[in-house]
């Protein structure tokens, strides 16, 4: 199934998702939207502040905060999501390329960036 399109609703549930994460002592450094075209899925690209060693205890954990305050508050699903270290080359290249510019809805199209090529993205948060 080719999922190309990024529709509205997906990306108000993962603003909400990142409000959500910030709110509840998982403050998010860098969020966006990724195209994978050998999927050909999108996949939403989370880096938090605090670094885990271990992202299995980091999914465990948020599901079971989702658990406890009984979501339906429109989020988005936890297997669409891939937390990342700040570290990883898309979030540092995405970083030094929009430092000190306004990124937060940025649509990037086939882009070229230090040490990653682009073909969509979705930016809703970088680091300052």
Do not use: C
């Amino acid at each position: 199934m080719v999922e190309r399109i990024l529709v509205s609703a997906e990306i108000e549930e993962a603003k909400r998702l990142v409000a959500f994460l910030d709110a509840n002592g998982f403050p998010v450094r860098a969020a966006l939207w990724l195209y994978e075209s050998d999927a050909e899925r999108w996949r939403f690209i989370v880096s938090l502040a605090d670094q885990r060693e271990n992202v299995y205890s980091l999914y465990y954990d948020i599901a079971k905060l989702f658990n406890a305050k009984g979501l339906d508050q429109g989020l988005l699903e936890l297997d669409r999501v891939s937390f990342v270290d700040a570290d990883r080359s898309i979030i540092r290249s995405l970083s030094q390329s929009y430092k000190g510019r306004r990124s937060e809805g940025q649509h990037i199209f086939s882009t070229r960036l230090p040490d990653v090529y682009v073909e969509e993205a979705l930016i809703l948060r970088l680091p300052a």
